[in-house]
């Protein structure tokens, strides 16, 4: 409980400060407005067009908002409670597998790695994610104890309900399970793969069970789906949000319906660290900072685990078989497709990554201790893995001279602390055991010194702004935020806008998302975001644009977005282009005057029978 009060500590310090993610943020306020818009995901409170994503992993906090009111801490509430919950349950995971100390320890590493407290300080997906997929490991891990077919199942219900976070990526979880059980069930191998082909069939049935809901609601009746050129699910699932991850490996989305996604900036994100491109970018400081501290003895406890059990000859059954192919498999699957697939920045990504780190490197500490404090040929793994962890941390953290730079000769002292006293200890191991715990103790903190720093480092708002985008320590850039107040101009343009609105559905239809947004999060006006997130996504159509007017839904245009944050530029599309035509020869210029002041003032068209005239 010590430790989940620690991460419940560093999850919510300073959260009544929390500043908007811009994007999920106006999309959890049009949530909280009709169960359309919350079971969609609308972006806007016409229900015009969804979010880029599937709409899951903001369920939490849009429940939150209902019943604390719209503020955003209520946003980022959900995801601390949820980081608790991956702490408290991965250290039930590790405890079943490796025991009670390696279950501590397991958690304590998972709550000081940097990803997994920004995860429990932002609102973006991974939070729910990573819970929901360790309820997954956690019923699998039960089910392979007694070859149980219903606790598979409920795996596979998980993992689909992770999917409506993440989408494909829950599904790279899939081959850890299935391993696991394929091998370590009690049942003969026609029952395993009986098995797992039922919660295969359950995981595919949860997973597409939104994507099917939105296929059969007539277009005409749900909202547009971003990121797509078609207005399928699928192509936003499929396309969009797994096919344009991989411009690495030459993968081809364009046929799938999808916009790019990869190759427009995201403005969500702003700038980030450079981290390389590659397989060797899971190295890069910029990703290995918030979650690879902890590579060397993660690799150990892998290691050293599966030789050993391969020495003794364990047998198929044995439960720590069960353990090591669980989060040795997840481990490698997950490290493999963020090598080969674009995180766009985002380091938060990499939660799913930090807690098979965490379980390995928890399993494989407590075996070198126990070889240590028994001094026998593997005495001197301890010490090396030690020198060889402090060493790594040491180069990650020389990168970044300007932050806290006692840091990497601190550690480097703890480490030879301990070195002295094991060495010290062994030579009389019998006669001296406090020596080696205190120098157990020691490698302990020169193993955690350096993580458990850039996790502390989230409670000072110059490094880590709750509400924003999950990076902590010196590469997190202040995202600033959405402005939950209007600007004189931008009240002065919605007052008129409403005073001339003559009973339309939408007030104006504007250039982008990022210029929608203040109307929604600090009015919850309903005003219609054209282009999707990208810029790119041909919505509203000319056409769509012609009935919304024509219908009286709609009487005004704004053409240029007034806004000087713009993250990414990038070609007019053709659609767009269009529209911009149609609406200066069709409809009529509203004297700047009229509703605001200043010389850059965006044109705004009244486009209806009475601008006709």
């Keep these: 409980m010590s430790l989940a009060a620690l991460a419940a500590v560093l999850f919510t310090w300073g959260i009544d400060h929390s500043v908007y993610h811009v994007f999920y943020a106006s999309a959890v306020r049009s949530m909280t407005d009709n169960p359309v818009a919350f079971f969609f995901g609308s972006f806007d409170p016409g229900n015009s067009i969804t979010l880029d994503k599937l709409p899951g992993f903001l369920w939490p906090q849009a429940l939150s908002a209902m019943v604390f009111g719209f503020h955003p801490w209520a946003l980022v509430l959900p995801q601390a409670i949820e980081g608790v919950a991956c702490v408290l349950l991965l250290h039930l995971l590790v405890r079943r597998w490796a025991g009670v100390v390696a279950g501590l320890l397991a958690a304590a590493f998972l709550t000081l790695t940097p990803v997994t407290v920004g995860l429990g300080r932002s609102i973006v997906e991974d939070a729910p994610f990573v819970l929901l997929l360790l309820l997954a490991a956690e019923a699998t891990g039960r089910a392979v104890a007694c070859a149980r077919l219903r606790t598979l199942l409920l795996a596979g219900v998980w993992v689909g309900l992770a999917f409506q976070c993440k989408m494909l990526e829950a599904w790279a979880v899939l081959p850890a399970l299935a391993v696991t059980y394929l091998v370590a069930a009690p049942t003969t191998l026609r029952r395993r793969v009986k098995h797992v082909a039922l919660a295969g069939a359950v995981t595919l049935a949860v997973s597409v069970s939104w994507m099917a809901v939105a296929t059969v609601i007539p277009a005409g009746s749900r909202p547009y789906i971003d990121g797509t050129t078609d207005n399928s699910a699928y192509s936003m699932i499929v396309g969009y949000n797994f096919l344009t991850r991989f411009h690495a490996v030459s993968v081809d989305a364009a046929g ?17 660290p450079h981290m390389g491109d590659g397989v060797l970018k899971m190295f890069s400081p910029g990703l290995a900072t918030q979650t690879g501290w902890l590579y060397p003895l993660a690799t150990l406890g892998l290691v050293w685990g599966l030789g050993a059990l391969w020495r003794r000859r364990a047998a198929r059954t044995d439960p720590a078989i069960a353990g090591y192919l669980m989060w040795g498999v997840w481990l490698a699957t997950f490290f493999a497709a963020f090598s080969f697939g674009s995180v766009t920045g985002h380091t938060y990504y990499m939660g799913v990554v930090a807690v098979a780190l965490a379980a390995l490197s928890g399993a494989g500490l407590v075996r070198a201790w126990r070889a240590c404090r028994a001094g026998g040929r593997d005495a001197w793994v301890l010490q090396a893995v030690t020198a060889v962890n402090v060493v790594w941390c040491a180069v990650l953290t020389l990168r970044y001279p300007h932050f806290f730079g006692w840091l990497a000769p601190a550690a480097a002292a703890l480490g030879v602390v301990c070195l002295a006293l094991v060495g010290l200890g062994r030579t009389r191991v019998t006669h001296r055991p406090r020596i080696v715990t205190a120098g157990l103790a020691a490698g302990l903190a020169a193993l955690l010194l350096i993580p458990a ?20 320590g010196p590469t997190s850039r202040p995202s600033g935020g959405g402005p939950s107040r209007l600007t004189p101009g931008d009240r002065k343009f919605l007052a008129y806008l409403t005073a001339h609105r003559d009973g339309a559905k939408y007030l104006v239809a504007l250039p982008g998302w990022s210029d929608a947004a203040p109307y929604i999060l600090a009015a919850n006006a309903s005003v219609l975001p054209m282009g999707g997130f990208t810029g790119q996504v041909p919505y509203p159509t000319l056409d769509r644009l012609r009935q919304l007017i024509d219908s009286g839904r709609l009487h005004y245009v704004e053409l240029r977005r007034p806004r000087t944050h713009e993250w990414h530029r990038t070609a007019v599309p053709a659609s767009a282009a269009a529209t911009a035509r ?18 850059a003032l965006p044109p705004l068209y009244r486009c209806d029978a009475e601008a006709e005239r």
């Design 582 to 599: 149609w609406v200066t020869s069709h409809c009529t210029r509203v004297p700047a005057a009229a509703y605001g002041s200043g010389a």
């Design 453 to 472: 720093v850039w996790s502390a480092s989230a409670l000072s708002p110059h490094y880590n702004q709750a509400g924003g985008m999950a990076r902590v």
């Design 256 to 272: 799938t319906g999808s916009v790019d996604a990869v190759g427009t900036a995201h403005p969500a994100a702003g700038p980030g």
